[in-house]
C-alpha cells in the first residue's frame, strides 16, 4: 500500500468562534490543539473582538463584517450579540467561506468547526456541502438541560414561577428550581428561538466537541450519546494541552502575581466574576465589606463597567483601600489561569462561567459559587452538590454572608475537605489527558473523524 507523505495528507480546518471571551478562549485553544495534531487552521471572525492574530503566527485569520449594534457592543448584552451574528453574518460567512473553499492553492478543507450558539452556520455549511462539527464552550449538563426546555414547559417549570423556590427539579437532580438557567435578555422570543435552534442545529451537525471530560461528567455524557445520537468528542480540559497562551481580549495587570508572591500558601481569595456578569453598587458594597470583614487576604478583579452606573471602583468609600493595608489587591484583569495555579491562592470566588470552573479544578483550588444567570446556574449546583468541590453562597449577597463564607473555605477544616475532593478531581482529569484517558482517546477520535471527511 502506498503511503502518503505528510504533506500530502495535511488537511485544513476552519474555525468559526463567537465573539464573546468565554467562547473565543476555547475555540483557540481547540485550533492550537488540532494545529498540534498536523492540522492546518484558518479562523473566520466578526470585526468586534477580534482575536489577536500576532499571538497565532501560525493560523490564517479572515475578518467579517457583523453589523452589531453600537448598543449591542457598547453593554456587551451576550444574548443580543448571539443573536444579531446569527441574523447578520449569514451572507458574509457564506461569502468568505465560498472564497476559502475556491482557493485550490491551500489544502483540501475537511470541515468547519463552529460555536454551537452560532447555529445558522449548519444551513451554509450544508449549502456548500462541507462537514460542521460544533464546539460547545459550555459543560455537557447544563447543554441538557437547556436541551429539556420543552420538557420543562411540559411539566409547568418553565415559564418560573418562584425564581427562589428551592424545589427539586425531578427530571434533572440535583437541579432546583431556582437553577434551571434563565436566559437574561429583553427580548424572550428571541432568546428562545436562539436555545432552540442552538439544539436543534446541533443535532444537525456532524460531531459534537467538548471542553470536558467523562471524569467529570460521566453520567451526562451517557444520556448525551442517547440524545443527541451523532459523534460525541469529550476532549477537554483544552488548556492542560499546553501552557498558558493569551487569548485574553483585555490587557491583564500582572501586578497581581507579585502581590500574590508575597503571601502565605493557600491563603488567599481570589474574586472574578468573568467577562460579562455585571452587579449593583449595592452589591459591589456587600462584597468589599465581606471580603474586608473576613480579614482574609483577597485579590479582586473588577471589570471596568460592570459595577452598574459606576466607571470603577468610585462606589467603595474613601479610605477603604488604606484601611486593608495590603490585605487586598484589585485590578481590572487578571492572568487567571496563572493566579489558580499560584500556592498562595487557597480558593476561587467565582460567578461558575464554565472556563473558570474549569480552570479552578484544574489547579485543585476549592470554590465559591455565586452564580448570575443561564449555565451558571446549574455548574454551580454541580460544584457545590454533584462534585462537591465548593460552597453555594445561595442567599443574596449580604456581608455577613460573605465573610463566613470565606473564612470557612480559607481557614476551616470543612474548606480544606473541599480542597481535598477538588484535588481528588484535578488528578482524575490529569488521568484522563494521558495515553489511556477518555479524553486522549477522544482526541484521537476527533482527529481521525476529521480526516475522514
Ligand atoms: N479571565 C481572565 N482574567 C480575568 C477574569 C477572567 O483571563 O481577570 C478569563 C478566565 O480565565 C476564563 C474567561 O476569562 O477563561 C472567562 O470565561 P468564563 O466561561 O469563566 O466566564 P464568562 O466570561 O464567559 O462569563
Redesign the pocket.
Known amino acids: 500500500m502506498e503511503v502518503q507523505s505528510e504533506s500530502s495528507m495535511r488537511r485544513r480546518v476552519i474555525l468559526f468562534p463567537l465573539p464573546?471571551?468565554?467562547h473565543i478562549?476555547p475555540m483557540l485553544q481547540l485550533a492550537s490543539i488540532l494545529h498540534n495534531k498536523g492540522l492546518s487552521i484558518t479562523v473566520i471572525h466578526t470585526n468586534f473582538n477580534s482575536p489577536n492574530s500576532v499571538n497565532y503566527p501560525h493560523f490564517d485569520f479572515h475578518s467579517i463584517p457583523d453589523g452589531l449594534s453600537e448598543a449591542v457592543v457598547s453593554v456587551a448584552d451576550a444574548v443580543a450579540v448571539m443573536t444579531q451574528v446569527n441574523d447578520n453574518c449569514v451572507e458574509p460567512f457564506r461569502d468568505c467561506l465560498s472564497k476559502l473553499l475556491s482557493n485550490v492553492e491551500e489544502e483540501p478543507i475537511a470541515c468547519l468547526i463552529t460555536d454551537a450558539m452560532l447555529h445558522f452556520t449548519q444551513s451554509v455549511a450544508d449549502s456548500l456541502k462541507l462537514p460542521r462539527i460544533v464546539l460547545r464552550t459550555s459543560n455537557i449538563s447544563s447543554f441538557l438541560v437547556f436541551a429539556g426546555t420543552p420538557l420543562l414547559h411540559e411539566k409547568g417549570y418553565l415559564p418560573i414561577k418562584d425564581p427562589l423556590s428551592d424545589a427539586p427539579v425531578i427530571e434533572f437532580p440535583p437541579l432546583r428550581v431556582k437553577d434551571i438557567p434563565v436566559v437574561e435578555t429583553h427580548d424572550p422570543v428571541k432568546g428562545q428561538h436562539l436555545l432552540l435552534s442552538m439544539i436543534s442545529q446541533t443535532k444537525a451537525s456532524s460531531g459534537l466537541i467538548w471542553n470536558s471530560c467523562e471524569e467529570i461528567e460521566q453520567d451526562a455524557v451517557t444520556t448525551l450519546k442517547q440524545e443527541f445520537p451523532i459523534p460525541i468528542f469529550a476532549v477537554g480540559p483544552f488548556h492542560k494541552y499546553f501552557p498558558a497562551a493569551s487569548s485574553?481580549l483585555l490587557s491583564?495587570d500582572r501586578s497581581c502575581i507579585s502581590w500574590l508572591d508575597k503571601q502565605a500558601p493557600k491563603s488567599v481569595i481570589y474574586v472574578?466574576f468573568?467577562?460579562?456578569?455585571a452587579i449593583k453598587e449595592t452589591e459591589f458594597l456587600e462584597i468589599a465589606w465581606g471580603l474586608a470583614n473576613s480579614r482574609v487576604p483577597f485579590l479582586w478583579?473588577v471589570r471596568p463597567g460592570s459595577v452598574h452606573g459606576a466607571e470603577w471602583l468610585e462606589a467603595l468609600p474613601k479610605g477603604f483601600l488604606e484601611m486593608l493595608d495590603g490585605r487586598g489587591h484589585i485590578v481590572k484583569?487578571?492572568?487567571?489561569?496563572e493566579i489558580l495555579a499560584h500556592p498562595a491562592t487557597g480558593g476561587f470566588w467565582t460567578?461558575n462561567?464554565?472556563?473558570?470552573?474549569l480552570?479552578s479544578i484544574c489547579e485543585g483550588v476549592p470554590m465559591i459559587c455565586h452564580p448570575s444567570f443561564g449555565d451558571q446556574q446549574v455548574i454551580a449546583r454541580y460544584v457545590s452538590d454533584v462534585w462537591r468541590v465548593g460552597l453555594h453562597l445561595e442567599k443574596k449577597l449580604e456581608k455577613g454572608e460573605i465573610e463566613r463564607a470565606v473564612k470557612r473555605l480559607i481557614l476551616e477544616d470543612e474548606g480544606q475537605e473541599i480542597r481535598n475532593r477538588t484535588m481528588d478531581l484535578k488528578e482524575k482529569v490529569d488521568i484522563s489527558l494521558r495515553p489511556g484517558g477518555s479524553a486522549y482517546q477522544a482526541l484521537e477520535n476527533l482527529v481521525n473523524c476529521i480526516q475522514s471527511f
Open positions: 464573546l471571551q468565554g478562549t485574553s491583564q472574578s468573568g467577562s460579562i456578569v478583579v484583569w487578571a492572568p487567571q489561569q460567578h462561567g464554565w472556563n473558570s470552573t480552570e
